[in-house]
């Protein structure tokens, strides 16, 4: 007799199938309504975002464009990872670093008026501002920053580094936690980067 299914472990799907259901369940333009959708069940179809951005399916590159766009719409951070999410399946999906890259960004406006706008390896624009954070992590052992900004719902952008050096040129002083932080900013906030001090490990 088969064992059922409580709403964990099912066949794993393909990524058409994956593309096929979210196309059928979402309307409008816009982003589908993934925060509403519950499913059951998880499946891991193995798919992986590399460091670099480049999304893969059981080992090779996903070439169509429109299909890792369509993708990156659904997918979200809960707290046990990252998922493909339509109403029927959670899909998990590995991530190396952040999910998505920004290849690019403009700047607009000077100082307290200044405006960082990122565009995305998969479309997304956003502007850092108080919703949509800028942070940098360094490496503990060669120092190395790992600039991000978020784009929405837990799902970060890596900053590419020729990008991130281009903010460093941007970047302005100002009093943070007691002491002067090297930072940027963009839309009324500052995003502290680096303690001024230390601004020359940059």
């Known amino acids: 007799m088969a064992k059922p299914n409580h709403g964990q472990k099912d066949v794993k799907p393909t990524a058409d199938s994956i593309a096929a259901s979210v196309k059928a369940a979402a309307k409008g333009s816009g982003l589908p309504p993934i925060h509403k959708w519950a499913p ?11 460091r670099d951005g480049t999304w893969y ?67 997304d624009r956003v502007t850092a501002d108080a919703d ?18 978020l784009v929405r ?4 952008a890596l900053i590419d580094r020729k990008d991130f050096y281009r903010l460093v040129d941007l970047g302005t002083e100002r009093p943070h936690q007691g002491s002067v932080w090297f930072g940027l900013l963009s839309a009324g906030a500052f995003f502290p980067v680096i303690e001024a001090s230390e601004l020359s490990g940059l």
Do not use: M
Not at 133 to 145: A, H, K, N, Q, T
Not at 153 to 156: A, G, W
């Open 153 to 156: 719902d837990r799902l970060e």
């Open 132 to 149: 949509h954070p800028l942070r940098v992590v360094r490496d503990p052992e060669s120092g190395e920053p790992a600039p991000y900004v």
């Open 40 to 50: 059951e069940r998880t499946t891991d179809p193995d798919i992986r975002i590399a």
């Open 57 to 123: 399916h059981e080992g090779s590159p996903i070439t169509r464009p429109e299909l890792v766009r369509l993708f990156s719409t659904i997918l979200r951070r809960d707290d046990d990872g990252y998922f493909l999410v339509t109403p029927a399946e959670r899909a998990r999906v590995q991530v190396e670093d952040a999910p998505f890259v920004a290849v690019e960004f403009v700047a607009e406006g000077e100082g307290e008026d200044q405006r960082l706008t990122f565009l995305t390896n998969v479309g």
